[in-house]
């Protein structure tokens, strides 16, 4: 039987469903080439059902809401976003050939770019755009910012029992497990730093207002829980950004039932 995961909610599942989203939006068929570089394309089943619009709205929302930016569109597309026009990036191109090809380009893509800059008004987002180009730019246009094990140790507040006590000794043996687990981890690839972040708070990136409340990591002492023998797998609670770490004596059984978890689990943190 599974366990019912708390009724507070504070943001995870909304985290995760935003990711989610923007995931889909970058793989869908508005969107065309490099999986960091992406370009408007035309999709006239998009256009005529105004996602585009949609996706610019969907964009917004996530920015304001504690959801990861979209962080996969062309320094091109962004730049028009800025402009609000073609028309003055154009007037820049020299060669009479290249300015005919982009034109028609652009003159293609014009009606979805249109709609989703539309989107992009929600909340007010676009005019903080136009406003800030600078600081939003690392937002839509990819860079390389891979998150390190010292940078995920730091995001997680660990709470530990009182000094002196049984309970403290083993929680302060696991928090090395931990850290030991996030310097493999960052070992293996900046991937699987991103599936800790996303098990335990539902983002898998650090959102661009932070995270509320702040995430944290606790531990299963036996007795404390509803649980019929000693747990063995890592509990997270996306509602509230906690990870709770089951108190195993060795490093080996620690990594292999996480690394379990990682790979099992399908929303919410829920092992």
Excluded at 230 to 236: G, K, M, R
Aim: aromatic share 10%; hydrophobic share 35%.
């Amino acid at each position: 039987m599974g366990r019912q995961e708390e009724g507070i909610d504070l943001g995870g599942p909304r985290r995760e469903y935003l990711r989610l989203l923007m995931e889909t939006i970058a793989g869908s068929p508005m969107f065309e080439g490099k999986e960091n570089c992406k370009s408007l394309a035309l999709d006239s089943t998009s256009l005529r059902e105004d996602r585009y619009y949609l996706a610019g709205r969907a964009i917004a929302v996530s920015l304001v809401h504690g959801g990861p930016p979209p962080t996969v569109l062309s320094p091109t597309i962004f730049s028009l976003l800025v402009k609000g026009s073609a028309n003055p990036a154009l007037e820049e191109i020299a060669d009479p050939e290249l300015l005919n090809k982009v034109r028609k380009v652009v003159h293609r893509v014009q009606g979805p770019f249109q709609r989703f800059c539309e989107g992009m008004k929600t909340l007010g987002v676009l005019d903080a755009v136009r406003k800030h180009p600078d600081s939003f730019k690392p937002l839509f246009c990819y860079e390389e910012h891979l998150l390190s094990a010292d940078q995920m140790d730091n995001l997680f507040i660990i709470q530990l029992s009182p000094e002196g006590s049984n309970k403290r000794t083993a929680g302060e043996r696991v928090v090395t497990y931990w850290r030991d687990y996030l310097q493999d981890a960052e070992e293996e690839g900046p991937t699987k730093v991103q599936k800790i972040l996303a098990f335990a708070t539902g983002a898998s990136v650090v959102p661009p207002i932070g995270f509320s409340p702040t995430p944290s990591v606790k531990f299963i002492h036996n007795g404390e829980d509803d649980f019929a023998s000693t747990p063995l797998f890592p509990i997270a609670s996306t509602c509230v950004n906690c990870i709770r770490l089951p108190l195993h004596v060795s490093y080996e059984v620690f990594k292999d039932k996480f690394d379990f978890a990682l790979g099992n689990t399908y929303g919410f943190g829920r092992s």
